[in-house]
């Protein structure tokens, strides 16, 4: 450990023999030992302790006589080495300082007594001889010679007992005359064997010890234990083969040193890696035993398991588009990881310490089945990291924390709150960007990890339809799809209020939930024991979505709007509708060329100031419009004339373009009713002004009698039909959505309402795909009213002109009377009963031909339609009220259509169609219609 002179190693045996029997006062006999362990160590490789430093090495003796209790010597100690460093004759100082701790601390070893044994001063734990095992001069009576084949190196047992450590099968007898080898764990070089004279007894110990040394110089063999082999512990060496069949030792602190490297992803000496295999194996060239190999390999499972989760967190980490989540994924590994490097470092720490002899023997050994005991929980913990890293392979944001979920419900409590601390740490981006989101309307999703995203190519009049939807694969599994909507809703709902309405409005509790620990995320997956979160999510969403409705019904006036839409594109306000049809009866007459849309909205005006509709509110008024549709040749006014409603801003977000299509829709077809019951109330009224009119033409009172007849079934049809559509159909929709509008919570359940009670409409007013044939046989119903309008106007005419002609003629006969003239001559009278002949046969044949036809082919229609109702899928349509009542009037005139179709009630559950090719049953239940 000094600076060496130049003298022969001989001459520094004897120095060193005089130098130990001068401080221990022991004979020549008795110094072997202690003059063993001189050389030992003056031979050794040590390393330089903590670099060296020669403070430190005075400290730790210092502490180590406080320790002691010898205040009195550290002081002393102190003062010494202080005079020491002022001379400046040493220039290794540290060294001289380290061998006298060395010294020391072998002077203080378990054995103490000066004995021959070498269990002196200097000898505690120390081998008796320079050989690990007891000096025998008639075991190396007859030595095999040096390197010659089936050589055995001595294996090493430092201890002075003589069983093994229990891990290699070797065992060791001193006791018995031919002893196995000892074994040890240590890695060591042994001495060559004592050489004997050839008269068979020993030079001197200092002659044999002097050229042992120089016989380790000369074929560079360690005298005493090489660098690996610092540590005074019970050791244990594996016996293992070389392939040119002569054998060396492996020792226990070999395996260890490779197993720590292993550990830590690194290939040893012995330990390497084996891609094939994907773990770490033992040398297939070292003669280990097989329970010692298996044991080895178990052990380095641990650095297989590190290295693969490490590789995950260096290409994940390195990775920019894996998100905060995958992020947070690796942090968490890493932490993991970290408390894995303070178990590394302890074993490193006590190899470290044990080689430099900064630690006594006993408090540094580590054993294999020490590294077994250590390392069992690090290696389930990184097993279950191994795990979690293979299933979260290849996924971000929600999914991967829904993979980590998927492990919560494990039985081992230690692999539960591993995974629960894992997921805590990946949960908390999940949980701040929620927290922006419910609470600000702000989504920072840059990698798209969260489960809500946004289209920002999306116009604000479709924010709330299209801009914000969920995203479903990263909803993570401890959050419900119920909870899912209603976060996306409270975001939704913020970013409308400040986009759409204008309303910067803070959200109620904002303030609290900013400031709120990210700890708090470990709550959305304990949903089971803490209501926290779903309290949390249940609160500002009712607040937020109040918010919102509040805006929209006092701000917006959204049930003003709605209303109105019932009210004028539903035919709700009955005299205004009145009122505009007989305004624009005259111009929709015309066909639908000659129409000037601002004829009409002036015409629109007028029956607005002329009716209540001019106690609406202005803003509504000035969005009700007149629209004309695309015309088609052959229309008139009637079949292109619509009003139309303006919606903008908030309100488009439920009467969005799609639900005013379906707004017109109705419209139309309300309006087509509307106006055949229009044209009814003037055939009628047209009817008994005539009757009176007419009765100076007795020969017009059957035909007369036929159009009555007719006209009253046609009355009767389109009062069932207006009573349904009217009764059955809006108002009782009607009254189910002011129902659901006014319980609703969000917006969300206004537009789902809404949008049923419009598709319920279009379906009972026969305007959906199933019901276009039925449609299409009321249109060629409504088309016969027309005809017979047009038909009976034409009688009309005509009989108004043979009235006004008959009536003329008796006032020139009255004329003639009163003046005193015949009234009539006979030419005169002949004439007139020409021409009334004449007429008779003219328009009673044929007006009455066509009646008839025009009367049969109403018939036939209704009862086609009316069969076509009892069969349509929908029960709602098959309205029992129009069914009797065109049933009783088919029977009341007692047409064939009564024998070829006949509708009854069976117990008020059924109704029989009875047609002639036979009698069929449909069933259909009254009160579901």
């Known amino acids: ?38 050389l030992k160590i003056i031979g050794s490789n040590f390393g330089s302790p903590v670099e060296t430093n020669e403070f430190q090495v005075a400290e730790k003796i210092k502490r180590k006589l406080v320790r002691k209790g010898r205040e009195r010597d550290a002081a002393i100690f102190s003062d010494l080495h202080r005079k020491l460093q002022a001379q400046g004759l ?37 081998p008796s001889h320079a050989t690990s095992t ?36 070797i065992r060791s007898d001193l006791n018995n005359s031919n002893p196995t080898v000892p074994h040890s764990y240590m890695p060591v070089t042994t001495f060559n064997s004592v050489e004997l004279d050839r008269t068979g007894s020993s030079r001197t110990l200092g002659s044999r010890l002097a050229s042992t040394l120089t016989r380790q110089e000369k074929s560079n063999t360690a005298l005493v234990p090489s660098r690996d082999n610092r540590r005074n512990k019970p050791e244990t060496n594996i016996l293992v083969l070389r392939g040119d069949k002569t054998s060396f030792e492996l020792p226990e602190a070999e395996l260890i040193k490779d197993l720590v490297y292993a550990f830590q992803g690194i290939e040893g000496k012995w330990i390497k890696f084996d891609s094939s295999k994907e773990g770490y194996r033992i040398d297939s060239q070292a003669g280990i035993p097989k329970a010692i190999r298996q044991l080895v390999s178990k052990l380095a499972e641990c650095g297989w398991l590190y290295s693969k989760t490490k590789d995950y967190i260096q290409t994940r980490s390195a990775d920019k588009t894996f998100g905060l989540v995958g992020q947070s994924f690796c942090a968490a590994l890493h932490q993991e990881l970290t408390e894995y490097y303070r178990l590394i470092a302890v074993l490193e720490g006590q190899l470290n310490q044990g080689d430099i002899g900064l630690i006594s023997p006993e408090e540094s050994s580590i054993t294999l089945r020490q590294l077994v005991v250590w390392t069992f929980d690090p290696l389930l913990r990184l097993k279950t990291l191994a795990t979690v890293v293979d299933v979260c392979r290849g996924k971000k ?86 909870q899912a909507k209603r976060i996306l809703n409270t975001g939704k709902s913020i970013n409308y209020l400040r986009q759409v309405c204008q309303d910067r409005t803070p959200t109620k ?63 709700g306000q009955g005299d205004f509708i009145r009122h505009l049809m007989d305004l624009l009866e005259e111009d929709l007459a015309k066909p ?32 009700l419009d007149v629209r004309l549709l695309e015309v088609s040749t052959g229309d008139t006014g009637w079949d292109v004339f619509s009003l139309d409603y303006h919606v903008d801003g908030p309100i488009r977000t439920v009467f969005t373009p799609e639900c005013m299509i379906m707004y017109l ?34 020969e017009l009172s059957s035909i007369l009698h036929q159009c009555h007849m007719l006209t009253s079934e046609m009355v009767h049809f389109v009062q069932q039909v207006q009573y349904y559509i009217n009764f059955e159909v809006l108002e009782c929709s009607w009254d189910e959505l002011l129902t659901k509008v006014g319980e609703a919570e969000d917006l969300d359940y206004i537009i789902a309402a809404h949008q049923v009670f419009l598709d319920t409409i279009i379906s009972r007013c026969l305007l959906d795909e199933q019901s276009k044939n039925i449609l299409t046989q009321l249109r060629t119903i409504f088309d016969l009213i027309i005809d017979f309008q047009t038909a009976l106007g034409a009688f009309f005419t005509e009989a108004s002109e043979e009235q006004m ?125």
């Open 592 to 623: 639908a060329g000659n129409l000037y849309l601002h004829n009409l909205t002036g015409i629109l005006e007028t029956a607005i100031r002329a009716t209540n509709a001019q106690f609406d509110d202005s803003d509504i008024l000035k969005r």
């Open 134 to 169: 007891p000096f025998n001069p008639a075991l190396h009576r007859y030595p095999p010679p040096p390197g010659s084949v089936g050589e055995v190196t001595t294996l090493h047992s430092v201890s002075n007992t003589t069983g093994s450590s229990g891990i290699s099968s």
């Open 397 to 482: 944001g929600g999914a991967l924390a829904s993979s980590l979920y998927s492990y919560m419900q494990h039985g081992d409590p230690n692999i539960k709150a591993l995974i629960m601390h894992t997921l805590t740490m990946v949960s908390q981006p999940i949980y701040s960007t929620l927290i922006r989101w419910i609470y600000d309307g702000e989504l920072e999703d840059t990698h798209d990890e969260f489960f809500v995203a946004s289209d920002p190519t999306v116009k604000n009049d479709r924010l709330w339809h299209d801009k914000y939807t969920l995203r479903k694969s990263m909803i993570p599994y401890f959050i419900t799809m119920d």
């Open 805 to 929: 002609a008959r009536q003329h003629f008796d006032k020139q006969q009255a004329k003639r009377s009163k003046e005193g003239d015949w009234g009539l001559t006979e030419e005169e009278e002949a004439e007139e009963q020409h021409r009334r002949m004449a007429f008779l046969k003219k328009i009673i044949p044929n007006t009455r031909a066509q009646f008839k036809v025009l009367s049969q082919s109403y018939q036939d229609m209704v009862q086609q339609f009316l069969v076509m109702l009892t069969t349509h899928q929908d029960v709602s349509l098959r309205f029992p009220q129009l069914q009797t009542g065109l049933q009783r009037t088919l029977q009341d005139q007692g047409s064939t259509a009564s024998e070829s179709l006949n509708v009854q009630r069976d117990s008020g559950r059924h109704v029989i169609v009875q047609r002639d090719s036979g009698r069929h049953v449909i069933p259909i239940s009254y009160e579901d219609c």
């Open 665 to 698: 829709r109705v419209f139309n077809f309300l309006w087509r009713s509307k106006r055949m019951e229009y044209i009814l109330a003037n055939i009628w009224r047209n009817q008994m002004a005539s009757a009176k009119m007419l009765q100076c033409i007795p």
């Open 90 to 126: 040493l220039k290794q100082r540290w060294a001289v300082l380290y061998l006298l701790m060395s010294l020391s601390d072998s002077a203080n070893g378990p054995a103490a007594k000066p004995t021959v044994n070498g269990t002196s001063l200097f000898g505690s734990g120390l």
């Open 509 to 571: 509790g904002r303030e609290v939930a900013m400031i709120m620990d990210n700890t708090k995320a470990g709550e959305m997956f304990m949903q089971d024991t803490i209501s926290e979160f779903q309290h949390m999510i249940d609160t500002v969403y009712k607040e937020t979505s109040r918010h919102l409705l509040d805006t929209l019904h006092n701000k917006y006036k959204f049930m003003d709007h709605l209303k109105a839409m019932r009210r004028y594109l539903l035919l």
């Open 1 to 38: 450990m000094g600076s060496r002179t130049e003298r022969g190693p001989e001459t520094s045996a004897l120095l060193l023999k005089k130098l130990c029997m001068k401080l221990t006062g022991l004979s020549d006999d008795s110094i072997l030992p202690v003059l063993q362990h001189s």
